[in-house]
């Protein structure tokens, strides 16, 4: 079992909708990240945090540390978000590590 | 600023073969990452420099893989012998804190056939 685990793995969705993706962990963490990945590009850093909530533009990001859980959410999707959404965690070393990932697509 | 850059793009080898990677962190990063992912799975970690020291290898599968950074800039990840196993999409990335937020290369795609 991964010590960090995504859901949903895919996700599709209409422009406009409000997504959520989750992800959950087993160890003790330092930190969250959010990470995302467009087809064909780099993995660039969306957030990191290791307490509530962090808000860039239309994506909110909340975590749990009783529960070990994270949500990332985006408001009113657009096609351009279609990419995969990666969560990993550090702990006290600052190597990460890496859930598998959700592909999201939004349609027109 | 220039981001992380990696070189080359993609390689593809025949198993056997030797293959290096480069990475080049931003300026000034004294932390730099080399992960990989292989088809299916997650993103793994494989070691960690603090300018030229390797601070964390935990993560290198064996030692057909071999991690320079030479004057703690540039690094380079070589795999000797290449196996069918190793092909995946190696990603370096930098970091001007340790527990700050990493900058990830676009990432090499090794291919061994």
């Known amino acids: 079992k991964n010590e960090v685990e995504q859901s949903p793995q895919n996700l599709t969705a209409q422009e406009g909708e409000f997504i959520t993706i989750n992800c959950s962990y087993s160890?003790?963490?330092?930190?969250l990240h959010w990470l995302q990945q467009h087809p064909g590009g780099g993995i660039v850093s969306l957030f990191m945090l290791s307490s509530g909530k962090k808000k860039h533009g239309r994506l909110i990001a909340t975590i749990n540390i009783q529960e070990k859980h994270s949500s990332l959410h985006i408001t009113a999707s657009h096609p351009r978000d279609s990419a995969v959404y990666i969560c990993?965690?550090?702990?006290?070393?600052?190597?990460?590590?890496f859930g598998t990932g959700t592909r999201l697509q939004v349609f027109p | 600023e220039a981001g992380v850059t990696q070189f080359p793009s993609h390689s593809v080898i025949e198993k056997g073969q030797t293959v290096t990677l480069r990475c080049d962190p931003i300026s000034g990063h004294d932390n730099l990452y080399w992960y990989r992912r292989v088809m299916g799975k997650e993103i793994k970690f494989l070691l960690h420099?603090?300018?030229?020291?390797?601070?964390?290898e935990s993560g290198m599968p064996n030692n057909r893989f071999l991690a320079e950074r030479t004057g703690g800039t540039y690094s380079t990840l070589k795999v000797q012998p290449a196996e069918l196993e190793d092909s995946g999409v190696y990603f370096c990335?930098?970091?001007?804190?340790?527990?700050?937020?990493?900058?990830f290369g676009p990432g090499t795609r090794l291919t061994v056939l």
């Open positions: 160890v003790g963490i330092s930190a």
């Open positions: 990335a930098s970091s001007q804190d340790r527990t700050g937020v990493q900058f």
């Open positions: 990993a965690v550090s702990r006290n070393t600052d190597k990460l590590i």
């Open positions: 420099f603090v300018k030229e020291s390797k601070q964390d």
